[in-house]
């Protein structure tokens, strides 16, 4: 029989987690949080993991959201699932956004442009076949999607889906995920049965740190 | 000393990634510390780039922990507890230190004990000498710069402290103007070695206030003056300037910080201390020029001059291990909802010297 897994995520304004026993939704939470995850996300994954009569140990993998989304809130849950799968001997298995995005819209198709919000009026998109990525995630502006080149046939699925779709001559489908859990639940159960991951999740930035050279011109050295 | 502990601490609260093992016998022993640096990411932004500190935090913390752990020849199950810096910091490092050492103590159903970081480096003569209590600890970083008597794992008073920059801060502010690599205390104090520290007079600010309180941020507006006249006066600086403005630099800091621990001692033996003693950590305490000011002052006042070994000087996780233990032994744990404190000052009893507002003192 399958170990019990946990899945939980924090890329954005809540805490969301999901305890999964063979293959079906056993808990689940959400709680919108705008600040203080770092405190409350372990006491609600306890509490999910006891109503069940689970203990840690009892888990056989760790989910856990990687973003793209907000930088602190994804490193607050990737170091938690680090530091869980260390201490427990189990894989920790990376969601990543445009992972848990796809899982809602259906059957994957033959090549998906997924799309999820970014500050400032932009999206990180990343392309799907068959409902794996292809290329890694880029941000895109969405005043000029039209730079942006796709492969005929390619349906645009989430964030301003249809003016990503119309700009690039593609079909476009509108998503939300408006029920993290389930999907948290549905994209680890399907990667965990592909086994243990060969790399340790890591957050999925796609923007570069905001960091600008010293702007301290050293003086010229005389000979 | 009571029972035998032994914790893994780990630390990343600016931009060293460190785990330790430490054990706590008759006589404490470090198992193993592992300290990962960052300063080849930062190095082309002339300072710590927060984002880009946390980043690295994010993805090198297990390893750290695992390689302290082999070092040390242990299993995470044979420790008794999990040390963490909790604050204060960069926040996005700490956040992923508490949240690491959470998951590692969820998973083992181990204690966790979050240490503040600035407690840490205070308790290392303890860790290093066996130094009792009460002592003075001049704690001088590129973040900090404060006198506490410490008086027990969790009392500390603060006797004064830097008003502005750390003089760590001011050491790479001084190699940045200078054109010297960071980090700069190593090499400021390098080239100071082959200059005239009189040549260029620098301020010392606040020598002529009553107290221990200090202010190090004229000085690099003063050095900032000095090499723009003479650049203006030659086109640049010749080799020959760097060095005598270096050390000038490290002239006034000694002077000050000298003259301030002076004081400092002052008001902690009017406490008659059994075994008076003077203890820095932090890593402007390696600076050679500093250090042989402190001891002397220390010798002239009648007490023990304590400096840890470098690498304990500066940032490293077992400090936050043993800090952990010393919490550990007085009943001091916490629970899974120990917070990430960007600023957490030692002592609360003295009213606020740097920051407030909502996200409170600084220090």
Known sequence: MDAPLLAFDTSAAHCAAVVVREGRVVQQAFEPMARGQAEALMPLLERLLQAERLAWRDLGAIGVGIGPGNFTGIRISVSAARGLALGLGVPAIGLSTFELMLDGAGLPSASDLVSVAAPRDRAYVQRFAHGRPVDGPELIDLGTPTEFTLPPETRVVGYEAQAIARATGATGDEAEIDDLPARLAAVLTRKAAEGAPAKRPAPLYVRPADAAPSRDAPPEILA | MSRTLTLLGIESSCDDTAAAVVRATGDPKILSSVVIGQTALHGSYGGVVPEIAARAHAEKLDDCVSEALDRAGLALGQMD????????????????????????????????VGVNHLAGHALTPRLTDDLPYPYLMLLVSGGHCQFLIVEGADRFRRLGGTIDDAPGEA?????????????????????????????????????????????????????????????????????RDRADMCAGFQRAVTEVLAEKTRRALAEYLCLAPRHPALAVAGGVAANSSIRAALDAVAQWAGAAFVAPPLALCTDNAAMIAWAGIERMQIGLVDDMTLAARPRWPLDNGSAPMLGGGKRGAKA
């Open chain 2, 171 to 239: 050491f790479d502010k001084t190699a940045r103007l200078l054109g010297l690599p960071q980090p700069g205390g190593p090499s400021v104090q390098a080239a100071a070695a082959e200059g005239d520290p009189g040549r260029f007079r620098f301020p010392r600010p606040l020598l002529d206030r009553p107290g221990s309180d200090m202010s190090f941020s004229g000085l690099k507006t003063a050095l900032l003056r000095e090499r723009d006249a003479l650049v203006a006066a030659q086109g640049g600086l010749y080799e």
């Open chain 2, 81 to 112: 507890g999990i040390a963490v810096t909790a604050g204060p910091g960069l926040i996005g490092g700490v956040l992923s230190g508490v949240m690491c050492a959470k998951g590692l103590a969820a998973a083992t159903g181990l204690p966790l």
